[in-house]
């Protein structure tokens, strides 16, 4: 499937100043972009606009030349080098090419400006959005999950590949960056889960969620999820966190 879209400034007026044509994520990804579009998202930010899905890339390329030219002759100033119709989703690089990409995304530097270009991407509610309607419905396709699950059984077979991934675990989590993140979220877990829980139903005091879940046969979820205010009751019985308003 493929798509035309429109980046916008995320300022101002909403002023269009690119069009675009992908496939997958491309509309939100902010690489292989050339310098005044990427001055233009610096200094006023990025809103995306699908504008319509294509069968096929050569009727999305199509698609793309008719709205550059269109815009064009309304004034509108794009940053597009070209009139669109160019460039290939499927193109098949050579081993010497991918190992160059491979030592690129390898450097500190080039790591570095991935890790914000994601953080921006996913601040932006719709790309979320996307992403989240993608997801459900890939898994959502019997064939689309079918390959999905043979690609994870493949790659789980793969002799060594259980000890790399178990070691690059191991290494992550010696980073004292992420002892230090588990510590706090152990904390934040155990002062949420040592908290006095109240079933308003009964007016009976729990030490905890826990409590609270063996002492009335109700999941320990549904009982958490009542205490945040989530749910309104969990098998008949609502839940409050003791000192908390809601109920």
Same mark, same amino acid.
């Given at each position: 499937?493929?798509?035309? =879209?429109?980046?916008?400034?995320?300022?101002?007026?909403?002023? @269009?100043?690119?069009?675009?044509?992908?496939?997958?994520?491309?509309?939100?990804?902010?690489?292989?972009?050339?310098?005044?579009?990427?001055? @233009?998202?610096?200094?006023?930010?990025?809103?995306?606009?699908?504008? /319509?899905?294509?069968?096929?890339?050569?009727?999305? *390329?199509?698609?793309?030349?008719?709205?550059?030219?269109?815009?064009?002759?309304?004034?509108?100033?794009?940053?597009?080098?070209?009139?669109?119709?160019?460039?290939?989703?499927?193109?098949?690089?050579?081993?010497?090419?991918?190992?160059?990409?491979?030592? %690129?995304?390898?450097?500190?530097?080039?790591?570095?400006?991935?890790? +914000?270009?994601?953080?921006? #991407?996913?601040?932006?509610? +719709? =790309?979320?959005?996307?992403?989240?309607?993608?997801?459900?419905?890939? $898994?959502?396709?019997?064939?689309?999950?079918?390959?999905?699950?043979?690609?994870? +059984?493949?790659? $789980? %077979? +793969?002799?060594? *590949?259980?000890?790399?991934?178990?070691? /690059?675990?191991?290494?992550? =989590?010696?980073?004292?960056?992420?002892?230090? *993140?588990?510590?706090?979220? !152990?904390?934040?877990?155990?002062?949420?889960?040592?908290?006095?829980?109240?079933?308003?139903?009964?007016?009976?005091?729990?030490?905890?969620?826990?409590?609270?879940? #063996?002492?009335? !046969?109700?999941?320990?979820?549904?009982?958490?999820?009542?205490?945040?205010?989530?749910?309104?009751?969990?098998?008949?019985?609502? *839940?409050?966190?003791? !000192?908390?308003?809601?109920?």
């Amino acid at each position: 499937m493929f798509y035309t =879209y429109l980046h916008r400034s995320a300022s101002g007026s909403g002023e @269009i100043f690119y069009v675009g044509k992908g496939t997958g994520k491309r509309a939100y990804h902010q690489s292989k972009r050339n310098p005044h579009w990427k001055n @233009i998202v610096r200094k006023y930010g990025l809103l995306v606009e699908i504008c /319509a899905t294509w069968e096929s890339e050569e009727d999305a *390329f199509t698609h793309e030349k008719f709205l550059i030219g269109v815009m064009r002759n309304l004034g509108i100033d794009l940053v597009n080098r070209t009139d669109g119709g160019e460039g290939s989703s499927g193109a098949v690089r050579s081993p010497e090419t991918r190992a160059k990409y491979v030592h %690129a995304h390898r450097q500190e530097s080039t790591k570095s400006l991935h890790r +914000e270009g994601q953080t921006a #991407r996913w601040q932006n509610a +719709e =790309y979320q959005k996307f992403m989240s309607s993608a997801t459900r419905s890939g $898994w959502a396709d019997p064939e689309i999950k079918a390959r999905r699950l043979a690609g994870m +059984e493949r790659k $789980w %077979a +793969e002799p060594g *590949f259980r000890e790399a991934r178990a070691a /690059a675990a191991s290494a992550h =989590y010696a980073k004292p960056e992420s002892q230090a *993140f588990a510590a706090e979220h !152990g904390r934040k877990v155990g002062a949420a889960r040592s908290k006095s829980v109240v079933c308003t139903s009964t007016g009976e005091v729990y030490a905890s969620v826990r409590a609270a879940s #063996r002492a009335l !046969g109700v999941n320990s979820g549904h009982v958490s999820r009542c205490c945040h205010g989530k749910s309104a009751a969990a098998k008949g019985y609502s *839940f409050r966190f003791q !000192g908390d308003a809601h109920v």
